[in-house]
Nanobody
Framework: QVQLVESGGGLVQTGGSLRLSCAAS????????MGWYRQAPGKQRELVAS???????NYADSVKGRFTISRDNDKNTVYLQMNSLKPEDTAVYYC?????????WGQGTQVTVSP
């Protein structure tokens, strides 16, 4: 019954910034990991960043120092602040929520970075 609604994607130039949001609705267990994945055309989906219910974070090497994941537990929302964007960041970004009993995905939001 949990649904993830993503927003914030768009088209930016190299060096620009975007902030993605993912709002979760429905019953959610407190022990969870929320993450952002991305999938570019012809490539497999890859983990970009994740954050646990207590705030522990993990980042892909390719985005360290540029992206920041955060969450607002009161709003059941996770964010991905993306700075210094590069063309290789172009992909559909998906929000993921994983708990003991659930593994949910958002609908995806397109991020395009032009040279």
């Amino acid at each position: 019954q949990v649904q993830l609604v993503e927003s914030g994607g768009g088209l930016v130039q190299t060096g620009g910034s975007l902030r993605l949001s993912c709002a979760a609705s429905g019953i959610i267990f407190s022990l969870d990991v929320m993450g952002w994945y991305r999938q570019a055309p012809g490539k497999q989906r890859e983990l970009v960043a994740s954050i646990t219910n207590i705030g522990s974070t993990n980042y892909a090497d390719s985005v360290k120092g540029r992206f920041t994941i955060s969450r607002d537990n009161d709003k059941n929302t996770v964010y991905l602040q993306m700075n210094s964007l590069k063309p290789e960041d172009t992909a559909v970004y998906y929000c993921n929520l994983r708990t003991i009993s659930q593994n949910m995905w958002g609908q995806g939001t397109q991020v395009t970075v032009s040279p």
